[in-house]
């Protein structure tokens, strides 16, 4: 059973662009979420974290949301680069939980063409 | 920058070989992981622990071990590799966290282990 659900396997967004990925959870303890860019051979590197007591959190280029009651969070990507072209996972955790670990969901394919 | 680091990068192995694979840590981080990645798939938690001594089985079942023997180390053993052990392994380490302190987990580079 999937707690973390990325329904969408790819999305291709013309440079310039905003880029939206989307995220569902099913785990209502989950209270920290995280989105995490990989590519090929690497490892995830980490990109923006929010808490549940928040509803927005924005770094730069990239703001992501939290709607607690759809159980739904989205990273947005504005504007869109070609180096943004990658694989983006979205996890979750209780942080306070001391059987806390973090869930990954099975990530989407983010391409930025010209 | 993470301090997180995983080893070998590439393995090629025959069937029936026992492995080790390498994660250490200079960051003091209580929590380690290895996450199962096969390609254009999830990450699957195989192993975590929570501390020195403590190792709990994850999400996927798996039929390596691991031991945390020190804080900085933590390492991944098959006995006998097969072919469907073939795929990417990832190690990686997070605070405790709890309040607003950042738990995100910092990654290695990962191991890209081939059974033939």
């Known amino acids: 059973d999937q707690q973390v659900k990325q329904n969408s396997p790819s999305l291709s967004v013309q440079e310039g662009r905003i880029s939206i990925l989307n995220c569902d959870y099913t785990?209502?303890?989950?209270?920290?979420f995280l989105w995490y860019k990989k590519y090929p051979a690497e490892g995830p590197t980490f990109l923006i974290s929010?808490?549940?007591?928040?509803d927005k959190n924005e770094d730069g280029r990239f703001t992501v949301f939290l709607n607690k009651s759809a159980k739904h969070l989205s990273l947005h990507i504005v504007p869109s680069q070609p180096g943004d072209s990658a694989v983006y996972f979205c996890?979750?955790?209780?942080?306070?939980?001391?059987?806390?670990?973090?869930?990954f969901g099975s990530g989407t394919r983010l391409s930025i063409r010209p | 920058e993470a301090d997180i680091y995983q080893t070998p990068r590439y393995l090629v192995i025959g069937t029936g070989k026992k492995i080790t694979l390498e994660c250490s840590q200079t960051m003091g981080h209580d929590k380690m992981y290895w996450y199962q990645q096969d390609p254009g798939m999830e990450l699957h938690l195989i192993h975590y622990?929570?501390?020195?001594?403590s190792t709990e089985k994850g999400d996927l079942s798996s039929e390596s071990t691991v031991s945390r023997i020190r804080t900085e180390h933590f390492p991944l053993t098959l006995e006998s590799a097969r072919p469907s052990h073939t795929s990417q392994y990832l190690c990686a380490s997070s605070e405790w966290g709890g309040g607003e302190m950042n738990t995100e987990a910092f990654f290695g580079q990962g191991t890209r282990l081939t059974v033939v």
């Open positions: 996890a979750a955790s209780a942080r306070d939980s001391s059987a806390s670990k973090i869930i």
């Open positions: 622990s929570y501390g020195v001594n």
């Open positions: 929010i808490s549940s007591i928040k």
């Open positions: 785990n209502s303890m989950f209270d920290y």
